[in-house]
């Protein structure tokens, strides 16, 4: 993992032999003559005319999470709200169904809930671990399947290989948001996944200093097997004059083509060159980031644990979680450093606590080299219904924990010491800890 992590998609081949990637800050790249221009446009030739499309430096990222991924192909694009946003159009819109995991990021959940549904496209929400609910939510339109690999907030695992079974048995694919694993703890496509997504503003990139996202084409879907249900990609394209699906004949992405030729240039929704490349020195340390930041987690988590004024931790290693056994067979390497609690109290004590802190800052991002802290039900789950809160875990007492690299004795110092302001915020403040 950390040799791709470190060399994939790059070799030190450029005129001046750069061993990191140099920035091509460019908006268009000129041509040798007429038919070189026109062939590119075409589609019959590879290469780069304008960034909007594609760039030198993104494709670098592109062929290092494709690798790190052991995909077919990626594209990178301006957020990873983007990236779910273009996997779901791309197979969904108009008028398809999605069945979704009731345990989405919020902002996900909207994307299904509002936008998209102003698209046509209608939404399934189902508990993933209920598998006759997730049986039963696939229909003749639907055409596509949305989880998280490691569900933000509540750090819940799921059994991707028996999902993936039973929408492949309907020919559904399944789109995985794996921000929260990143390649270094788990890699969806082993278990089925056919299309991956990550916000690689977080644990990708590492240091909060770049808004990213990665769609990748695990290599499992492939269109022509049921060419009425993908019509847009198994017959001749009016625009662009291709058949996207004929890709596969080749072992390329007909999707992510189709994807990048229409929603990513159409809708502008491209990364930077200098974005790409602060991605790509973020991965260089994923792996042994990762590692600190999920040891770390299972201790805080365990202390958190023992404290009265915490109601229940949302983490797999918690003794009782029904996700134990998946933690243990799909994630040796850890589960991140993302997890949430709950505390007695509601909003006043979650209050307390996130402004008593002074080393975790509190902040909606996470995966950063900082640590992080927010209350999901007011932020970034505030635009869910009651119900919809519930389904993703989130009461009024949740806080959601991203540790970051600091010392584990101070980052345990500082949420003491919101514990205690926690405690103190309620009315029978006397009766806890006591």
């Given amino acids: 993992m950390s040799t791709a992590g470190i060399h994939a998609g790059w070799a030190a081949s450029d005129c001046h032999r750069s061993l990191t990637p140099p920035i091509y800050s460019s908006s268009a790249y000129a041509q040798p003559d007429h038919a070189a221009l026109r062939a ?17 430096t993104t494709a670098v990222l592109e062929e290092r999470i494709t690798s790190l991924e052991g995909g077919i192909g990626a594209i990178a694009v301006a957020s990873g709200q983007a990236a779910t946003t273009i996997a779901l159009c791309a197979l969904a819109a108009p008028g398809g169904h999605v069945v979704a995991s009731s345990r989405l990021y919020g902002g996900t959940t909207e994307l299904l809930d509002d936008t998209l549904a102003d698209l046509g ?6 508990d993933p671990w209920d598998l006759d609910a997730w049986e039963a939510a696939f229909t003749e339109d639907t055409r596509a399947a949305i989880v998280e690999s490691i569900a933000n907030p509540g750090a819940q695992l799921l059994d991707l290989d028996v999902l993936t079974d039973i929408a492949h048995r309907r020919d559904v694919p399944v789109i995985v948001d794996s921000t929260l694993a990143s390649p270094a703890l788990y890699r969806p496509g082993e278990h089925g996944a056919d299309v991956v997504v990550h916000s690689a503003t977080k644990y990708l990139c590492g240091h909060g200093t770049t808004i990213a996202g990665l769609i990748v084409d695990t290599g499992r879907f492939d269109p022509r097997r049921c060419p009425q249900r993908w019509e847009r990609l198994t017959t001749p394209n009016r625009r662009f004059g291709v058949t996207f699906a004929d890709e596969y004949a080749s ?10 030729a229409k929603y990513v240039t159409d809708l502008g929704a491209t990364l930077p060159a200098t974005s790409a490349q602060q991605i790509l020195v973020g991965i260089e340390t994923l792996d042994l980031r990762l590692r600190k930041i999920s040891a770390d987690a299972v201790e805080l988590a365990g202390r958190l644990a023992a404290a009265p004024e915490v109601a229940r931790v949302h983490h797999p290693s918690i003794p009782g979680r029904p996700d134990a056994h998946l933690a243990a067979r799909d994630f040796p390497r850890g589960t991140s450093g993302v997890f949430s609690i709950d505390l007695h109290g509601g909003e006043a004590a979650a209050a307390a606590f996130c402004d008593a802190l002074e080393l975790w800052a509190l902040a909606v991002n996470l995966g950063d080299a900082r640590s992080l802290v927010c209350h999901p039900a007011s932020t970034t789950h505030c635009h869910l219904t009651s119900a919809q809160r519930e389904a993703c875990g ?8 991203s540790v970051g690299l600091e010392d584990l004795e101070d980052l345990w110092a500082d949420l003491s010491r919101g514990l205690a302001a926690a405690r103190d915020a309620l009315p029978e403040a006397a009766a806890i800890g006591a």
């Fill in 251 to 260: 072992g390329a992405s007909g999707l992510l083509a189709y994807a990048r």
């Fill in 40 to 56: 590119l446009f075409e589609r019959r030739a590879d290469g780069f005319a304008y960034s909007r499309s594609g760039n030198p």
């Fill in 121 to 126: 496209v209608t939404t399934t929400v189902v």
């Fill in 394 to 401: 989130v009461g009024t007492g949740t806080v959601r924990l």
